[in-house]
RNA sequence: GCCGAAGUGGCGGAAUUGGCAGACGCGCACGACUCAAAAUCGUGUUCCCUCGUGGAGUGUGGGUUCGACUCCCACCUUCGGCACCA
């Protein structure tokens, strides 16, 4: 094991000093476990990152994920997240903007309910603990945040607005309740929204979903499916990856809905939906999916009846995984009734299957086994009809057998008025033909459901409704907000624990006054988070959410840094209450995050960090060892942001290090700020070493500003200080001291503590953190001479040092004169010279 | 299968507009300081060889160009998302 870099105590000697280096001085030894509690507390004595409201900047809203405070405290991952946003949060206002960096917990959630079934607690009391915790850990890190703004979404004065917010979708007609086949947790004991399904799976215990029919709250989201595609396209700053994923998600696709009849219930109407309508005269059977309406009436008397009726049951039955799963084979049966093609009029066999579904399109197919993979095997399997009505361009035969499904482009044949068309051609006209004709038109379908919004859990907000016999569904008026969470509840893990609040359930109706029963329901803990940042913008107003100006002075949020786990969860549902909202006229912004970015995930020995693998690093241990600055260095410089980042014991060593040695190199020269030298570079190390001060704060604001590349800006501030290190002794003090300062300044994002002591011991005024970001000299970036590159055949052979000045002709004859070209030239014959000025000079020979 | 991203030394990574590949850091080796060690400071560190005015080299193969990690085409590998969505 390495030895530790941090002495104890004892080796530091009476009252820190300890004495390093040729000059035989007194130097205070870098302690952060001392520097960083005590700048800690005077910045919060100091309220220096309460939020600016001075209206002359211009706004900047940086905002991270707020966390879920679970019973762990924060872990690497959160140390990442909250280290990128508090280095351009300061970065921002030291560049003149005002600020708005806020912070909360994300309090609503089912761990505190079961540590309350499993434990007895509390599960409020379980959760303030856990909030206060991590709020101190965050406190700890040194992150900027204005903690007047704090929101716990488990208070009462923010949940009443949640439920405030879902009035204002049940007035709009986006909250609605409806019977539906639902995903279903068995562990969890509640309902889940698809997108919280991953591959049959609860995203949260991993347990198999079940399907139940039951009663639920819906939120339209459907409703805004083509206004949250279209806003995709206007997020120029959010990863391609993330776009695609909610476009995916969406998943719209043109085609057409046609209408077939079936005679023998009285001419009753299906509807297929088809992305290939041009295919229409290759349907040779239908099939519906086992839940739909129609079967029970089509199977009556049939000779399938039974097998259907059983098939029909185990597919109701069967979860979403045994249901929906890659491999599953296709398994269908014929009804035995027929319906009437809407074009040929030719009797169709109508079929049940399990690949279709009843919640997509119309739950009915057409099948058009020449065209289409799927319904190609089908028909083999089934051993039905395939009729091929598409064909390459140029010559065909109109009668070859297929050996595999035709889905490539070409041109119609046997498909009656419409023979010779291109199929795009037809893609377009026969739909237009069946609307016509009444028979159905052009359509388009979404894989988005709408979001199944209600809980059968304790821990979460409670919805805003009651049931009066004779009013019915009721809502609760605004003013009487908000429907308390009850503390009168059993938690037996058994049912619903607000269903036990006999206080809870029994209420009055708000209409007639009458008795009425409050639902039991709370909502999903994802609309917590779908508003947060509007509230930090007004978080004590205790009318409405959030007042209109107040979220325009701030929306949308600038730089919104979290993991892309919430790719679909978290960000497509804010996106979708923030385009309600705006709907509503409550805020400007239709879009609740300009520039989304995704932090890289944390491993440690090329795994994810995990309790059962025994790779956790905890960030306590490592801040109580090397501080809070060091840890924030690392997990910055090791990697770029959005890359994973391999956690790495030596590395944090050489951050430690590093900021060791910036520690020296202040006190080495803070003789000099006593009676500060003016900044004269003239001798030559003098000006290189200004230079490259001056390039380096060029770098280091765009890599901060722009690129939000933090591991090449902190590599050229390393560089620099290895040039300070290497300034001669005789060179000029005054861009010493200038490159000294600058240096702290550059580095107070990252290691907010260790600059505050350094800024106050270089006689620097105020907090470090208010002062302005260091302006670059152009006039320094310019040189007057410049390296260039000699080449021969694109092989650098030579080196030169020429004026900026000279012209392309002066270096070619300057680089033809070098020994080492008419070397490399001798015998040959010289084809072409390029000369880049500043850059290069290829010579091409043979 | 479809969509998205990434492949560079022993390792993390850099190269911003097509112009010196390997910045910065880790690790390693050697040296200075020390009685010694730690810390610190300094030097070296892509690979190969016949060791010099050498050759090769950014996943593979081709192409464009005076010049390609960077642009184009084809492919391989890894990771992530979606997937019986009609």
Known sequence: MNQPLVPSNQELGAGGFIFLGVEDVAMKKYEPQTIEPKWQKAWQRQDVYKTDDDKNKPKFYALEMFPYPSGEGLHMGHVRNYSIGDVVARFKRMKGFRVLHPMGADAFGLPAENAAIQRGVNPREWTLNNMKRIREEQARLGISYDWDRYVGTCEPDYYRFSQWLFLLFYERGLAYRKQAAVNWCPNCSTVLANEQVEDGRCWRCDAEVEKKELEQWFLKITDYADKLLEGLDRLPKWPEKVKAMQRNWIGKSKGAEIT??????????????????????????????????????LIQGKPNEETIRRFVKTMQNESELARTGSDVEKVGYDTGAVAKHPLTGEDVPIWVANYVLMDYGTGAVMGVPAHDERDFAFARKYDLPIRRVIFPFGTYDPDEKLEAAYTSEGVLDHS?????????????????????????????????????????????????????????????????????????????????????????VHTTCPSCGGKARRETDTMDTFIDSSWYFLRYTDPHNEEIPFAADKANEWMPVDY????????????????????????????????????????????????????????????????????????????????????????????????????????????????????????????????????????????????????????????????LVNAIYAYPEEADRGTLAEAVEKTVLMLAPFAPHMTEELWSQIGGEGSVHAQAWPMFDEKALVQDEVEMVVQINGKVRDKLVVPVSADKDAIEKLAMEQDRIQHFLDGKTIRKVIVVPKKLVNIVAN
Request: proline share 8%.
């Open 260 to 297: 077939f009849t079936i005679p023998e219930l009285g001419d009753e109407k299906v509807s297929v939906f088809t992305t290939r309508p041009d295919t229409l005269y290759g349907v040779t059977y239908m099939v519906l999916a086992p839940e739909h309406p129609l079967v029970p009436q």
């Open 560 to 719: 919104y840094i979290g993991g892309i786990e919430h790719a679909v969860l978290h960000l497509l549902y804010s996106r979708f209450v923030t385009k309600v909202l705006h709907d509503a006229g409550m805020v400007n912004a239709d879009e609740p995050f300009t520039h989304y970015f995704p932090q890289g995930m944390v491993l440690k020995d090329g795994s994810k960090m995990s309790k059962s693998k025994g790779n956790v690093v905890s960030p306590m241990e490592i801040i109580e060892r090397y501080g809070a600055d060091t840890a924030r260095m690392f997990i910055l410089f090791a990697a770029p942001p959005d890359r994973e980042l391999d956690w790495s014991d030596s590395g944090v060593e050489g951050s430690y290090r590093f900021l060791n040695r910036v520690w020296r190199m202040v006190q080495q020269h803070a003789g000099l700020f006593s009676n500060r030298p003016q900044a004269k570079p003239e001798d030559e190390a003098a000006k290189a070493l200004y230079r490259q001060l001056h390039q380096t704060i060029k770098k280091v604001s765009d890599d901060i500003g722009e690129r939000y590349q933090f591991n090449t800006a902190i590599s050229a501030v390393m560089e």
């Open 416 to 504: 009656g008025p419409f023979n010779g068309l291109s199929n795009k051609e037809a893609m377009r006209k026969i739909p237009e033909h069946l609307q016509e004709k009444g028979l159905g038109g052009p359509t388009v379908s979404y894989r988005l459901r709408d979001w199944l919004f209600s809980r059968q859990r304790y821990w979460g907000c409670p919805i805003p409704i009651v049931y009066c016999d004779s009013c019915g569904v009721v809502p609760v008026p605004k003013e009487e907000l908000p429907v308390m969470l009850p503390e009168d509840v059993v938690f037996d893990g058994k049912r619903n624990p607000l269903t036990t609040s006999e206080t809870f």
